[in-house]
């Protein structure tokens, strides 16, 4: 089976790309290879992605697969977006969302609309010059306060109208249905005829 290293540090975006990888691959995690995290200089979700996995091509010698995401919140004029992991001064999932809710205090829910946006590059190895590039969105908008303990980061905050239900309220076999995530994976699939 073809081996492929998952660039990300984030344990809950790793938890959801090995399901949604279904066992295609034998996946290596960065984390044999490096403790050390790119700096995401990038100023879009795809030069971040490439640029995480292009450094994890570099450490293990092996194809890799990165993922950079984010929250784009239409009130805000799509932040955080690609800053949505350094948003607060912590940059912990807690002080974000904290972040977020006073940001967004007063607004009402009409105005609260946000996306999830997630792009996944492929990389065979380092000098790859022609990346695998998948993007998918999910639509929602941000609840007034968090709701629900499942998954990671916004979900706590992100309202997906069709389950009537917080992101964080969702199984994550459901949420692994719906999500950016897994729009992106299902097109990352069809590219490589999996
Ligand atoms: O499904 C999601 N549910 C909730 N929150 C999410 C999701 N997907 C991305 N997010 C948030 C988390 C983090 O604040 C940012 C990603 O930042 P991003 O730089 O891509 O990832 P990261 O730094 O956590 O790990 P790494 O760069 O090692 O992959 O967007
Ligand atoms: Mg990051």
Redesign the pocket.
């Given at each position: 089976m073809k081996e492929l290293v998952l660039a990300?540090?984030?344990t809950g975006?790793l938890r959801e790309l090995q399901s949604l990888l279904d066992g295609r691959f034998h996946i290596r995690s960065i984390s044999e290879f490096t403790q050390t995290?790119p700096e995401?200089t990038g100023l879009s979700f795809i030069e971040?992605a490439i640029l995480?996995a292009r450094h994890a091509c570099v450490v293990s010698g092996l194809p890799a697969l990165?993922?950079?995401?984010?929250?784009a919140v239409d009130y805000l004029g799509g932040a955080p977006g690609i800053y949505?992991?350094r948003y607060s001064d912590s940059g912990g999932d807690a002080g974000?969302n904290r972040k977020l809710l006073a940001e967004l205090q007063g607004v009402p829910d009409a105005q609260r609309g946000a996306q999830?946006i997630?792009v996944l590059a492929l990389l065979q190895h380092a000098d790859d010059p022609l990346p695998i590039i998948c993007e998918g969105r999910w639509h929602g908008r941000i609840l007034h306060a968090t709701q629900g303990e499942n998954?990671?980061?916004?979900?706590p905050l992100?309202y997906v109208p069709e389950q009537h239900c917080s992101?964080a309220e969702l199984e994550s076999s459901l949420k692994n249905q719906l999500?950016?995530?897994a729009k992106a994976m299902h097109i990352l699939k069809q590219k490589l005829v999996l």
């Open positions: 990300s540090h984030n975006k995290e995401e971040n995480k990165a993922d950079d995401s984010g929250l949505s992991a974000n999830f997630c998954g990671f980061g916004y979900d992100f992101s999500s950016h995530r």
